[in-house]
């Protein structure tokens, strides 16, 4: 058995207005429901988990930085502050803990400003453009790669209790 995993989902600006926010984007999907979801993956593969947003750079660089020591990896959208913040990428960074970068849409795809992620240089992998599924995507990565940090090699252990 694994100890209880603990993960930090960091949701940046604006992510509080999904459902309400460009909807041809993002979907009707709300950040409770991802919440939801992310906590009922969360009880199947036996995690703590602790969901945080904020639409302040500062307080998102505190939260990075506050779980050194306390959690074993980060979920994060850092939303528009993936273009833009230095801040959050030295963060990620100095902490040392596994980050996996997730966006809803392919930010690829959207305009020339979004194309640069600061954070994915010190992020274990990205994933963007799945909507809300990114999320769940990016948390299964995320466990895989706590499970490898801890010396657990085998991608197989995900079987669901029934
Ligand atoms: C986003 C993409 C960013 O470019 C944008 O600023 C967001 C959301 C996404 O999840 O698709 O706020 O991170």
Redesign the pocket.
Known sequence: MHPKRKILVIH????NLLGLREPDV?GAVTQKDIDKTLKTIAEEENLSLKVFQSNSEGELVDAIQGAAGRFDGILI????Y??TSVALRDAAAAVGLPVVE????N?YK?EEF?HHSYMAPVAVGQV?GFGAYSYVLGLYGLIQEIDKRAGDVSPKRRKKKS
């Open positions: 940046g600006p604006n992510l993002y959208n850092p939303a528009a993936t273009h997730v966006h809803l849409s930010i959207r979004r963007s």
